[in-house]
């Protein structure tokens, strides 16, 4: 009989991101610290991209912060940080 360690079952899940609901929590948290205030009803996630629909001055501060916020993303995600915020 021929098995195979577990780790080797779970490998194709890896890559798998997390819910959309942890990404949004997340995003929420990190932006919190900046100042923006961003609703979860707010963000939506396709392929690995987030994307905000707010005004522009939310927008803006987003835009001014992104690499701080992605960074504080990656502290929290880890490997399974979105690609892009736009």
Do not use: C, H, Q, W
């Not at 900046?34 to 835009?63: A, H, P, Q, W």
């Amino acid at each position: 009989m021929d098995f195979k360690n577990i780790s080797d079952l779970l490998d194709k899940y890896k890559n798998i991101l997390p819910s959309d609901r942890i990404i949004k929590d997340a995003l929420v948290s990190v932006s919190s610290g900046f100042g923006i205030e961003l609703k979860k009803e707010n963000i939506k996630i396709s392929r690995g991209v987030v994307y905000i629909n707010s005004d522009f001055i939310t927008k803006s501060k987003i835009f001014v912060n992104k690499i701080e916020i992605m960074k504080g993303l990656k502290e929290v995600l880890g490997k399974k940080t979105p690609k892009d915020i736009i």
